[in-house]
């Protein structure tokens, strides 16, 4: 299933640093023996939070994951090939500040912008699968990420491969203006042609999954899952506060709030992720062959 | 006469003011003062051309949420016979901050949807502020799938700060309203063309605005986030939405010149709520120009150069 085109890059490779999106949720810190956990307190070591796919032992929190971390615990060993790694950032209105945090990110992630995709396979079964980066200036969507998004749409429609998109991002770039609002409707088109086309589209939405990320194709999959506790929601929670001037129930805009209302179809362990996601392709698998590991 | 005014509007008003006194009190005492009146009238008229040619982006952000500009209801009753009003998302309720029905645009009927501000504080208090809700953009989507079945055009005003953010808002999927809207609209067959005639404010605008055409009167904004909230983040301080104005390139010139939008309604001199009814003609010629153009192509092609349109839009490489 996999095109000579594809390019095949080292993705698991470790960043060597992060930008401190929230300090306390931050485990990854290089060279760190000993992490305390933002919810409960516990003192974790390092190794052995990693182990438990970065969740607390005791409360279960679960600390964000980089895309990379993210896909190498999704994926079947050696099945990721990275595709679209080559399109630049720009910066289309000359927005103050941007070209360096742009640098800063890129040095901090070693990714070019805040989206990781490519085709893998999970316990077997092929996908077209991307990941955000989190800690890429907050995760956010300007053009490179929503046009690497539609390249993989179209790619899934194109190979009759299944789509699958964790998404962990503050919103739209505010950097890119416009152009991000419009990668909104550009994924959101995407995800249309992909409906049209009878293709899977399994989305999960992990912490912190806002803003214009929400109020686009994150919510648009056949399957909507979810990680426990993850923020999940349209405005900012402080904004929303501010707005309303009262205090918002304390589970507001978590993924178990989200499943409350309806809004997305279930809640998974982080432990219990890979198999999930593997029922759902194989409840999927008409004209599907399965890899070999 | 306008009621509120900005601080670059004064001068002009004030010498308008004095021009109509002149006027009444020539009138009254019989005195002609014809050759007076018509030096301060070109004085006036210059004045009007050096202020309104030259506004800066947090000018016109003004002048786009200024009170007084008339709303989607105020088009709707200037550009559309046989207006009939229709309501509710059938779901959950009728947002009153989206306008909907069904009108005639010289002789054809099309579907209106519009967010609306009001003009007045029990007005902006009844139309929440032209926030919408979750049940506003259903009402929308409704509308325009109702449109497609008899093949009438859809027109979208879009004039709102953002999408309402409250508990109730997050309970109803805002999110999930917007994307589905946003998902739809790439595929409806038949022409929409959307108007953004004062504050095109982030999802919440971007969710009446997928369509074959994306029009801005001179003065509207469109932008990503308020400037305030831009400035917040980027110097801590909400103050600087002047400079945020600038940096987010969100008048209609600047996003017309980055192929963002597809064209721009010319304004009164003095803008949009110093003439209604001069706007609403210039608005009437470029829909009419639209939508003759749009109506000519068959619903299937007119989806895939929508697609292909914002395919586009990013993907510099």
Known sequence: MVGSDYMFKDLFRKPQRYITVRSDAMPQEKGTLWIKCPECGEILYARELEKNLNVCRKCSHHFRLSAPERLAITLDEDSFLELDADLDTVDPLSFPEYKDKLARAQEATGLQDAILTGAGAILGWPVLVGAFEPHFIMGSMGSVVGEKITRLAERAIEKKLPLLLFSASGGARMQEGVFSLMQMAKTCAAIARLNEAGILYISVLTDPTTGGVTASFATLGDIIIAEPGALIGFAGRRVTEQTLKEKLPPDFQTAEFCLKHGLIDLVAPRQDMKPTLARILSLHSDNIERVDN | ?317
């Open chain 2, 1 to 317: 006469m306008a009621k509120m005014l900005l601080d670059f509007e004064k001068p002009v008003v004030e010498l308008e003011n004095r021009i109509a006194e002149i006027k009444n009190y020539t009138g009254e005492k019989g005195i002609d003062l014809g050759v007076e009146i018509e030096i301060l009238e070109k004085r006036a008229l210059d004045l009007k051309k050096e202020i309104y040619q030259n506004l800066t982006p947090w000018q016109r952000t003004q002048l786009a949420r200024h009170v007084e500009r008339p709303n989607a209801l105020d088009y709707i009753r200037m550009l559309f016979t046989d207006w009939l009003a229709l309501s509710g998302d059938r779901f959950f309720g009728d947002d009153p901050a989206i306008v909907g029905g069904i009108g005639k645009f010289e002789g054809i009927p099309v579907t209106v949807i519009g967010q609306v501000k009001g003009h007045n504080t029990k007005e902006n208090l009844a139309r929440n502020f032209g926030m919408t809700h979750p049940e506003g953009f259903r009402k929308c989507l409704r509308l325009v799938q109702q449109a497609a079945k008899f093949h009438r055009p859809v027109i979208s005003f879009i004039d709102t700060p953002g999408a309402y953010s409250g508990i109730d808002a997050e309970e109803g999927g805002q999110a999930w309203a917007i994307a589905s809207n946003l998902r739809a609209f790439a595929q409806v067959k038949t022409p929409v063309i959307s108007v953004i005639n004062g504050e095109g404010g982030s999802g919440g605008a971007m969710a009446l605005g997928v369509g074959d055409a994306l029009l801005m009167l001179e003065n509207a904004i469109f932008s990503v986030i308020s400037p305030e909230g831009c400035a917040a983040i980027l110097w801590k301080d909400a103050s600087k939405a002047p400079e945020a104005a600038e940096a987010m390139k969100m008048t209609a010139s600047e996003l017309l010149r980055l192929g963002l939008i597809d064209g721009i309604v010319p304004e009164p001199l003095g803008g949009a709520h110093r003439d209604p009814q001069g706007s609403a003609g210039a608005l009437r010629q470029e829909l009419r120009q639209v939508l003759q153009a749009l109506q000519q192509v068959d619903p299937e092609t007119l989806v895939e150069l929508r697609w292909k349109r914002l395919r586009s839009i990013g993907s510099s490489k």
